[in-house]
């Protein structure tokens, strides 16, 4: 594997020669926010709807960005270019700056970190990912902060339920997975998902969009604990996920206890449209 370049407000440069000092409020208080999307064929997929979050999330927490957006978007460009790797993924980070005080935000430091595509292993997609359920709620979910605390606290439990995501719930209602957003398909086949208290994720919204288009019901509302158990269906979205079936949830079948044919359908109907961007 060739070494890959990143690049560091503004600049390409090897990404082991690439340093941020000891003071950021990144490193000291956890105080940032990233994204994280794919590319392929060079092409970042969904890179406005992204940005658009990316920035919004910089807002929503006060960070500032030491690159103005255009900027930053031929940063990305170039790096992919640099790296000379078809596909892969994109990380970007805001941090809150080098702090006076160890505590007040400054100017951030922004960095691009580019990675081997890391989709999850094709068997999840053959037999459905296990979700175990854990009542946590995520501060200030609209972001997406650099705050993974609960998630990577729990892998070793995580890993003891036999499970390979965790689904939060608050005591009453689900809200979304520690790195994904989670939808259910009811009985009567409405596709159900969390509206409020959850990242927007931006495959969240490509598949709502699309089980509109080919004629689902669909309900964006409160989801209450216990309608995990009536469901039909179940499944993660994420950038590298699209949509994964999820066919148990603490160690309950949901359905047959295998992927579903709705979220299948969905699937399909998100790599077309992948691909149809491909096109562009
Ligand atoms: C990143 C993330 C998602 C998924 O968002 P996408 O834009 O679809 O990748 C959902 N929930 C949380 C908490 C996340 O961090």
């Known amino acids: 594997m060739n070494k890959l370049k990143c690049y560091l407000n503004g600049a390409i440069i090897p990404e082991e020669t690439a340093q941020l000092g000891l003071n950021d409020l990144a490193l000291l208080r956890g105080f940032g926010i990233f994204d994280y999307f794919v590319f392929e064929r060079f092409q970042p997929r969904f890179l406005e709807d992204y940005l658009d979050r990316f920035y919004r999330s910089a807002k929503c927490l006060g960070l500032v960005s030491p690159i103005e957006r255009e900027n930053l978007k031929q940063g990305i460009h170039q790096l992919i270019a640099a790296n000379e790797q078809p596909s892969g993924g994109i990380r970007l980070v805001l941090t809150g700056g080098y702090t006076p005080d160890g505590y007040a935000p400054t100017v951030g430091n922004l960095f691009v970190l580019q990675s081997p595509f890391p989709g999850p ?100 509302r409160e989801v209450s604990l216990a309608e995990w158990k009536e469901a039909k269906e179940a499944f993660l979205t994420s950038s590298t996920k699209g949509a994964l079936p999820v066919s148990f949830i603490d160690g309950k079948a949901i359905g047959k206890g295998e992927p579903g044919t709705h979220t299948k359908a969905l699937q399909a109907a998100f790599l077309a449209l992948v691909a149809e961007e491909q096109e562009k």
């Open 121 to 220: 292993p094709p068997i999840q997609f053959e037999r459905g990912a296990r979700v175990a359920t854990y009542q946590y709620q995520r501060e200030l979910p609209e972001i997406k902060s650099l705050n993974y605390l609960i998630g990577i606290h729990l892998l070793p439990w995580l890993k003891e339920q036999e499970a390979e995501y965790i689904l939060y719930h608050d005591g009453k209602y689900i809200r979304e997975s520690d790195r994904s957003n989670f939808f259910l398909i009811t009985e009567d086949d409405v596709l159900v998902t969390a509206k409020d208290k959850v990242l927007a994720g931006i495959t969240r919204a490509k598949i709502l969009a699309l089980a509109r288009k080919i004629g689902m019901k669909v309900e964006e």
